[in-house]
C-alpha cells in the first residue's frame, strides 16, 4: 500500500487535508478529509475517485499517519 496527502484552502475553515490509500497500481482504496482547525474528520471507505492521477504533485506518508487519522474519524 502508499498512502499520500494534498492540502487545499476552505474559507471560513483553514486547509483541508485530504488523505489517500492506494494500492501499489494507484487504485484508491481509501479517501479522508481532515480539517486540524475545525477537527472535521470525513471518511470515504468506497471512494468516487478510482485512480491517483499525477500522484507526484502529492506528499507521500505512512501508513501511521493515515491510520491515526481514519481511527479518529471513526463512526
Known amino acids: 500500500m502508499k498512502y499520500y496527502k494534498a492540502a487545499q ?3 471560513d475553515k483553514g486547509h483541508a487535508w485530504m488523505f489517500y490509500e492506494c494500492e ?3 487504485r484508491v482504496k481509501r479517501l ?7 477537527k472535521e ?3 470515504n471507505e468506497k471512494p468516487v475517485i478510482k ?5 507526484e ?3 507521500e506518508i505512512d ?3 493515515f491510520n491515526e487519522i481514519w481511527e479518529a474519524g471513526g463512526e
Do not use: G, H, K, S
Open 41 to 43: 474528520i470525513q471518511r
Open 9 to 11: 484552502f476552505v474559507p
Open 51 to 55: 485512480r491517483l492521477f499525477r500522484p
Open 57 to 59: 504533485l502529492l506528499q
Open 24 to 26: 501499489d497500481d494507484l
Open 32 to 38: 479522508l478529509t481532515y480539517i486540524p482547525e475545525t
Open 63 to 65: 501508513a501511521a499517519e
